[in-house]
Nanobody
């Protein structure tokens, strides 16, 4: 069974940077996609970014374009580099993975990490 383990969250001030990591524990299909979602308190979970090793492509939500960068290592670890953080980036961030990029982007996935808190103060 595949498990996803996030790390790297915490407290930051507006304008700071944080880097989240997501490690795949278990077998994952070659060329799979991985992605990040976030859920602010009291709100719905929303897509942040995704990458596909098979397609060699990345996708970003408009709200994070130019500030966040998704990358990965060996199809087993995904990173989310978050620069120029804003208070509205405060949320629990979740990692996910699926053989198909479009499934990750749509959030129609079966495997999620437990989530990690990111809090940005003004």
């Amino acid at each position: 069974q595949v498990q996803l383990v996030e790390s790297g969250g915490g407290l930051a001030q507006a304008g700071d940077s944080l880097r989240l990591s997501c490690k795949v524990d278990g077998r994952i299909f070659s060329g799979s996609a991985m992605g990040w979602f976030r859920q602010p308190t009291g709100e719905k979970r929303e897509f942040v970014a995704a990458l596909s090793w098979r397609a060699g492509s990345t996708v970003y939500a408009d709200s994070v374009k130019g500030r966040f960068t998704i990358s990965g290592d060996n199809e087993k670890t995904a990173y989310l580099q978050m620069d120029n953080l804003k208070p509205e980036d405060t949320a629990v961030y979740y990692c996910t993975a699926d053989p198909r990029l479009e499934t990750v982007v749509a959030g129609r996935v079966a495997v999620w990490g437990k989530g990690i808190q990111v809090t940005v103060s003004s």
